[in-house]
């Protein structure tokens, strides 16, 4: 095939993959619905400057992806499609960017390879039809690193500082995606290169001038004017959270240090444990430039070995590694095809073992949740037994896409011990592509069922009505989201102080539980913490899902 024929494909495969169902599961708590809300809050107030949650100032992330969203929401609405849509295009484009690059480290067919490692497999695939910022963050950082190599491989040459001008520029856009943990990210990659080539010159003055310049000038696009407006705050509040980050872990998001380990084996199936042999050695075959994939290399242990040190652990964060991964185990998927490598019975083993695992766990949802009776008795958490008490409909037809999967690893499996190669990457790649694919456009609104449509359902009913709406006893922004808050009332802002006059949410809810409100107050409360909140005037409406619905009516008339 030509490379046109090969990009018109990925582009084809990439929309059919990524752009249908972005809409139909509710989004989720907690970053899907933050990143959302703050989009829709610039909408509201007209403030596209300025990052904020609640309609409070918010520190956590820069607004470039945010703008995205807005994008977004301006052509399709105020919904869950348009708050996926930015990853989804950003989906088709890192299926093309990736066969490019592959494209000229050795051949059209494993540029190709590439792009399908990475829509092939579970989590990457899934993670593009999210409302995450991780994927358009990653993108920048991915083909900074690129750049960047190509500037080091044309060290002396006047290419150089056109690659390190294009570096920067991509590498200060995934500071106004994330802000400077993506630059840190890439200066760590760098080290570990520079270790791997035992410091030899890598670049001139230049070419470091020209990539400091352009990524300080396009990260001060947003970061000065914002500091010039408002005071340091922002880069204050934002290290403070970043060493809470590595030194606290975040309620719910504390897991062992192999965490993000298991997370890449499992949820990567198949292209981990096709490359895995190719992480550990050199490849036979030959490339334009051989040096890339130590690139490759030392971005992918950067990324895994830091986020497997910071504290709160959170599935997303090894997401990075998804790009690197997928051009390892392109060169193991080019070995297979030339002949030059074959796996041992204890390599089909391990591939099986790890491959059973996502199969399992894809038919296991819709056995449990046909099954619900028979678990209630090992569940001991009694609010997530009301969560399942949800009407939820289940059916053997939801037992397809793991039965998908368990052929395609059977069959794959089958192959490789027969030394059949060439339909390998079908059965395994092709499988997961088509499993995952029935899977999101059917379980993620059976999901949400369990664990946050009722509540969802609530906010909705709320909308255009002139009351406050609140969570007591768990984090969540949906209900900003949801109930589509238009702002700040005048005694909200009155009522929100602390002793130091600054903005605490504890203190307004408080008030909105036992302070003079002027309109009517309804809260979200989880079964299992309602007798916490037991206020003489706080009237019980309903009950449904784990979720208790209550009634503050307003404490005064309004001024």
Same mark, same amino acid.
């Given at each position: ?9 990925? *582009?084809? *495969? ?19 619905? +933050? ?35 807005? %994008? ?25 960017? *990736? ?145 809470? *980050? ?34 550990? &050695?050199?490849?036979?075959?030959? %490339? ?220 307004? &809810? ?48 309004? +001024?």
């Amino acid at each position: 095939m030509t490379n046109n024929q090969f990009r018109l494909i990925l *582009l084809l *495969l990439g929309a059919l993959l990524f752009l249908p169902f972005l809409g139909n599961a509710p989004l989720f708590d907690w970053d899907e619905i +933050n990143f959302a809300e703050s989009a829709r809050e610039m909408i509201v107030t007209g403030n596209y400057s300025r990052v904020q949650i609640n309609f409070q100032p918010f520190w956590e992330k820069p607004p470039l992806f945010l703008w995205l969203q807005v %994008l977004s929401m301006k052509a399709f609405g105020i919904n869950e499609y348009a708050a996926r849509f930015p990853n989804a295009i950003f989906g088709i484009i890192t299926l093309l960017t *990736l066969f490019e690059i592959g494209k000229e480290l050795r051949s059209a067919r494993f540029g190709f390879l590439c792009a399908i490692c990475m829509c092939g497999s579970f989590l990457p695939l899934i993670y593009f039809k999210s409302g995450i910022i991780d994927p358009v963050f990653n993108y920048f950082i991915f083909t900074s690193i690129w750049f960047l190599s190509r500037a080091i491989k044309n060290y002396g040459n006047k290419s150089a500082s056109r690659h390190s001008l294009y570096a920067g520029l991509l590498i200060g856009l995934a500071i106004l995606t994330k802000g400077p943990v993506g630059l840190l990210l890439m200066l760590l990659t760098v080290l570990i290169y520079w270790i791997f080539i035992r410091f030899r010159a890598i670049a001139s003055l230049r070419s470091i001038l020209i990539f400091a310049f352009t990524t300080i000038s396009v990260s001060a696009f947003w970061f000065l004017p914002e500091t010039i407006m408002h005071g340091p705050w922002f880069l204050e509040e934002f290290i403070e959270y970043q060493i809470r *980050l590595f030194t606290t872990p975040d309620a719910g998001h504390e897991q062992p240090f192999y965490y993000h380990l298991l997370i890449v084996l499992i949820g990567c199936f198949p292209m981990s444990v096709v490359g895995l042999r190719t992480l550990f &050695r050199r490849s036979s075959l030959r %490339l334009n430039d051989p040096d890339f994939i130590r690139w490759m290399k030392a971005l992918f242990w950067v990324v895994l070995i830091l986020f497997s040190i910071v504290t709160t652990k959170i599935i997303h964060y090894s997401s990075m590694t998804y790009l690197p991964l997928s051009m390892i185990a392109a060169l193991s998927l080019e070995e297979w095809l030339e002949g030059k490598q074959s796996w041992n019975v204890f390599q089909l083993a391990g591939a099986f073992i790890i491959g059973i695992i996502p199969a399992l766990i894809v038919l296991g949802v819709p056995l449990a949740g046909m099954n619900i009776a028979a678990l209630k008795p090992f569940i001991k958490d009694a609010s997530a037994i009301e969560n399942l008490k949800a009407v939820v409909t289940w059916n053997y037809i939801d037992l397809v896409p793991g039965m998908i999967l368990l052929t395609g690893l059977c069959v794959g499996i089958f192959w490789l011990s027969r030394g059949i190669r060439r339909h390998v990457p079908l059965a395994f790649f092709g499988s997961v592509i088509l499993a995952t694919s029935v899977f999101i456009a059917t379980f993620p609104t059976r999901i949400a069922g369990y664990t946050q449509q009722a509540a969802v359902d609530f906010y909705v009913s709320l909308q255009r009505k002139d009351v406050y709406v609140e969570t007591l006893g768990f984090k969540s922004f949906a209900q900003y989201f949801y109930s589509r808050k238009q702002g700040f009332s005048k005694m909200e802002i009155l009522n929100s102080k602390d002793d130091e006059g600054n903005y605490n949410i504890d203190v307004l &809810r408080n008030w909105y539980l036992t302070g003079e409100t002027d309109k009517p107050v309804y809260f979200v409360v989880k079964s299992n913490k309602i007798d916490a909140f037991n206020f003489p005037d706080l009237q019980r409406l309903s009950e449904k899902n784990g979720f208790v619905f209550l009634l503050r009516p307003a404490a005064r008339s309004k +001024n």
